[in-house]
């Protein structure tokens, strides 16, 4: 059974049976990565770009295994700031990086809709790695796959992301899937990282951390981006880890099942403190691992469907 | 030279209305008007059945950009533009590079439309650089011409100097128009709502220009100084704008065609046709503007032509600049969106495209009759047709309107001794 789109774009406009598909089709995969030789020939003869308009270590390199291991040929380009700012239009940097013709863009880009408007002028198949604040659609099907082979289907679970959701894809992109697939979705945070009418996306908001702990049977932490929030959203770091942060009296207090996921790279003694983060609540190496599965049953269903 | 227009269904507010007339020019001047015209020979005759005649349609609100960018449009390739959307008068707005804040620069672009057959009024900075710290020199650039004053693109940076800017334009009896939009608040890709959410575009919010329009109907009030909305587009703002009107504020306000027939739901194309500031709103705003259209709230339409080269537009969505071009729809979706649909009279069409504008920058309303100079547009509120961007003659293809399908078209443009039809100019003096 072939995915219903020839690119994987966002999740608000893809199908659950799809979602479901990808997540399936990645379990097979998780088991290669257990095998002693972790490589499949399924992308031989294909070319996946990489085209990063944003720094990105881990993401890059979590697709970058995914590629190889499925055998593909990988080509990479990197460049952070926008094309603007050097007289090339961004339409003409990328003709010119995809006239080598390849198969499969992987693409990450400060602006959202890039990835769409990729899919007007070149015949690859196209993958979102994250565009602007709009969505991170195989962050957030790694998010739910390593919620799943934890704790089951999350269909009917209580799932709340916590930080800033008005500036994150990877919060959007969870939410389209999670409630497709069924989930209750809720958010927390200060209403200043609350985009406009989120809950019109059928989420409800939390401000009160404990009580989204007590409530709630896993939270996806996001990273505090430093840089942007101080004297913006929010008063300061400290003010945010004391009435925002998650550390491991407050799960003790509040609820001892909880199951607790971060995107990474973490703010030790930000969002998570450390005893969390390297605690027994999180699940954030396995959703490193699982990533690279994830990301390789994505390149398989698109590389070999026409 | 002798030019017989037949046919043409006359409305003149300040005369004939409603009315069907043959109208003789000679040398650009109206010699006769009649319900039959024979043709004597020598005469160049052209059938107008079905079509309507008003005194030439006025767009207020324009951006040429010449000096500067002279790629994306130039005062002639605009004025052309104009011409080719039934338009016989535009105001051009101060943005461009340099900034047109000096009698030098009202003179510049008024020597390049010289002798054009659409008047270009040059609506000049109302403060140096359109900077907001200083207000411009109001009274040299009035004696040269300049009909308004606006620091279009931004608002008039603060209240303190809004103020000199109101009270010295009053001694002078020209409008400030405002660009409405809090400076603070500013900086978004599109409409702050559900779809911004959804979209991951960084928004701005409708109240960044109802605060500016609260700011400017308060200072006008107590000023007792006049303002002109330039381009509203939020329910709060029309809402402030109709209660400024009854409380005997001299407020004017004007919209422009997107504003009134797109949401922010096209949005959801990433096209970057459909940005622009303010940016498309919501189905309620568009229904408050319509609201406000009809019980003459929204005193004008005017387009906001706004130039812009394909290969900006093809920038990636947050960096790609505001704006569409506008002078060769704004007639069509009127009559299309408006007029057709009843929200307007012809009557009220004409108000907002011709009578209005003029009062506002006080400039003379042309009439129809004999004696007078003919400054006419002829449009024919029936006719389909298709919008293609390529065919346009603006230098700049920046349209969410290309390939849309339009009732109601401008047929001809007539001033200076000019016509604008088919296509072409064709010369009506000896
Ligand atoms: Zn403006």
């Not at chain 1, 407050?250 to 909880?258: P, Q, S, Y």
């Not at chain 2, 003179?107 to 109302?126: E, P, R, S, Y």
């Not at chain 2, 909305?229 to 329910?235: E, F």
């Amino acid at each position: 059974m072939p995915l219903s789109s020839k690119h994987l774009l966002g999740l608000y406009d893809t199908p659950v049976e799809d979602i479901r598909l990808i997540l399936d089709t990645a379990k097979t995969f998780r088991e290669v990565l257990e095998r002693p030789i972790k490589k499949v020939p399924t992308l031989q003869g294909q070319t996946v770009l990489n085209l990063f308009f944003e720094a990105s270590t881990r993401t890059k390199l979590s697709f970058e295994l995914a590629e190889k291991r499925l055998s593909a040929d990988v080509v990479n380009f990197s460049k952070s700031g926008s094309s603007v700012q050097k007289g090339e239009t961004f339409k003409d940097t990328v003709n010119n990086i995809i006239s080598m013709k390849v198969d499969i863009i992987v693409v990450r880009h400060e602006s959202a809709g890039v990835p769409q408007f990729l899919t007007r002028f070149t015949n690859a198949k196209i993958i979102n790695a994250g565009d602007g604040r709009h969505e991170h659609p195989t962050q957030a099907l790694l998010d739910i796959y390593s919620i799943e082979e934890k704790i089951g289907s999350v269909k009917g679970k209580k799932i709340c992301i916590v930080g800033d959701i008005a500036h994150s894809r990877v919060a959007l992109s969870n939410i389209f899937a999670l409630k497709k697939l069924g989930a209750e979705v809720s958010v927390c945070g200060p209403l200043t990282m609350m985009p406009v009418n989120i809950e019109e996306l059928g989420v409800k908001i939390y401000s009160d951390i404990n009580k989204a702990i007590a409530e709630n049977d896993v939270l996806n932490v996001l990273r505090i981006q430093l840089e942007r929030e101080a004297g913006s959203s929010i008063p300061d770091l400290r003010e945010y880890r004391e009435y925002f942060g998650i550390n491991a009296e407050r799960i003790e207090k509040n609820n001892k099942d909880i199951l607790i996921l971060h995107p990474g790279p973490i703010n030790r003694g930000v969002e998570l403190s450390s005893d969390v983060a390297d605690g027994p609540y999180q699940i954030i190496l396995n959703q490193v691992t699982n990533g690279v599965a994830v990301r390789m049953a994505i390149l398989y269903l698109l590389g070999t469907q026409n | 030279m002798k030019v017989l227009l037949q046919n043409l269904q006359i409305f003149d507010p300040q005369g004939i209305q409603n009315e069907k007339k043959d109208l003789l020019l000679e040398d650009g001047i109206i010699v006769k008007i009649s319900d039959s015209i024979p043709i004597d020979s020598g005469v160049e005759k052209f059938d107008f059945e079905g079509a309507i005649c008003s005194p030439g349609f006025f767009d207020m609100h324009v951006h040429l950009r010449e000096p500067g960018r002279e790629d994306e449009e130039t005062v002639l390739s605009g004025a052309t533009a104009a011409a080719a959307g039934g338009i016989t008068e535009i105001a051009c707005m101060p943005n461009t590079t340099p900034t047109i804040d000096n009698a030098g620069m009202v003179d510049f672009i008024k020597q390049k439309a010289k002798g054009h057959l659409v008047n270009v009024h040059v609506i000049a900075a109302a403060t140096k650089d359109r900077k907001g710290e200083y207000i411009s020199p109001m009274y040299e650039l009035k004696e040269s011409g300049a009909v308004g004053f606006s620091d279009d693109g931004v608002s008039i940076k603060n209240a303190f100097i809004l103020r000199k800017a109101m009270e010295y334009s009053k001694m002078l009896e020209l409008p400030i128009i405002e660009h409405c939009e809090d400076e603070s608040l500013a900086g978004g890709a599109m409409n702050e709502s559900e779809v911004s959410t959804k979209l991951g575009l960084p928004p701005v919010p409708s109240v960044a220009e109802d605060l500016i329009v609260m700011r400017d109907i308060l200072m006008a009030e107590y000023l007792d100084a006049s303002v002109h909305i330039a381009h509203i587009s939020t329910k709060n703002a029309v809402e402030m704008v109709r209660q400024a009107k009854s409380r005997g504020v001299k407020v004017t306000a004007e919209v422009t065609p997107h504003h009134f027939t797109l949401t922010q739901d096209s949005l959801y194309s990433y096209d970057t046709n459909f940005k622009m500031n303010p940016p498309l709103r919501s189905k309620e705003d568009v229904a408050a503007i319509l609201e406000g259209l009809k019980d003459g709230t929204i005193d004008v339409i005017a387009s906001d032509h706004a130039p812009h080269s394909p290969e900006e537009k093809d920038y990636e969505f947050i960096y790609a600049p505001n704006g569409i071009i506008g002078l060769e729809t704004i007639v069509g979706l009127t009559l299309s969106d408006l007029y057709n649909k009843k929200i307007l009279s012809l009557e009220k069409v004409i108000e907002k495209l011709v009578v209005n504008p003029r009062k506002i920058l006080n400039l003379p309303l042309p009439k129809i009759a004999e004696g007078e100079k003919a400054n006419l547009s002829i449009f024919n509120p029936d006719l389909v047709w298709t919008v293609d961007a390529n065919k346009l003659k603006s230098k700049s293809r920046n349209t969410p309107f290309d390939k849309r399908i339009i009732t109601g078209k401008a047929l001809a443009a007539i001033n200076n001794g000019k016509m604008f039809f088919e296509d072409e100019f064709i010369s009506l003096s000896a």
